[in-house]
């Protein structure tokens, strides 16, 4: 890594606005912290699904996936 890139990129704030922007976002949805992912729909301020925070084994988040898709898969094969 190029420290002096590094340090010039944090320090001339180009990306401030899109990192509060994210930040704000992840608030108003209850993320508090990193990592954090969320299994389901984001909406404008609400999340439909689950949130998961913290670190979180590989094989909890492989169930959780597979539960949506079936979920998703269900709902499809319904509607037509």
Request: proline share 2%.
């Amino acid at each position: 890594m190029d420290v002096n890139a590094f340090r010039e990129c944090v320090t001339s704030g180009k990306y401030e606005d899109k990192i509060k922007q994210g930040s704000d976002e992840a608030m108003s949805k209850g993320i508090r912290g990193t990592p954090a992912m969320i299994v389901g729909k984001s909406r404008s301020s609400t999340v439909e699904g689950e949130m998961m925070i913290g670190s979180v084994p590989y094989d909890a988040i492989d169930e959780k996936l597979r539960a949506l898709i079936s979920v998703m898969t269900a709902q499809q094969s319904r509607l037509q």
